[in-house]
């Protein structure tokens, strides 16, 4: 029931496209959808990094722009390292990961398979605008008030990356 509410959440969030302070992701409508609990927190950190790179192998092969593929390949290695991370303290918490992604996360990929050369790296850079503040909020929250120690971890050294990915994506999607 808890990990539905907080997909649900999580879509509604990216659907209506932000907050009214992004700078700090702990307020709007992210601050009620970061789980605290540490299988909720796993399954939308597995689900955030397989959207991240799912979407930018997508970006590798569609867009049409250097700074928009150099920015897809970045996705695809760091979250590709913070799936490895998170796996190994998500074992050490007594959780086993399972990516898959949310329906909002499935509806997103559909709109980057369809989108037409001349919008798809709008869209996508938008779309990665909106999945950073996600898990900028989510990390944040789970790396002060998450249930276990291991987790925390990770979701901290997860912040400054998300952080960093945050802006660039912002700066691309102007």
């Known amino acids: 029931m808890t990990r539905a509410l907080i997909l649900a959440a999580a879509a509604c969030a990216i659907a209506l496209g932000g907050c009214n302070n992004l700078n700090d992701p702990l307020s709007g409508p992210f601050a009620d959808m970061t789980p605290e609990e540490r299988t909720a927190y796993v399954d939308a950190a597995a689900a955030s990094d397989l959207f991240e790179i799912q979407s ?56 980057l398979q369809v989108a037409s050369p001349g919008t798809f790296d709008r869209i996508y850079m938008t779309q990665q605008v909106r999945a950073h503040e996600l898990a900028l909020a989510l990390h944040s929250n789970y790396a002060r008030a998450g249930d276990a120690p291991a987790l925390r971890a990770t979701a901290s050294a997860a912040v400054p990356v998300v952080t960093q990915h945050l802006a660039q994506a912002r700066q691309l999607a102007r």
């Open 56 to 111: 930018s192998n997508l970006a590798l092969s569609r867009s049409q722009n250097a700074n928009v593929r150099q920015f897809a390949q970045m996705m695809i290695s760091h979250h590709s390292q913070s799936t490895d991370q998170l796996r190994a303290s998500a074992r050490a918490s007594g959780v086993t990961p399972v990516p898959r992604l949310t329906p909002m996360q499935t509806k997103m990929m559909n709109q």
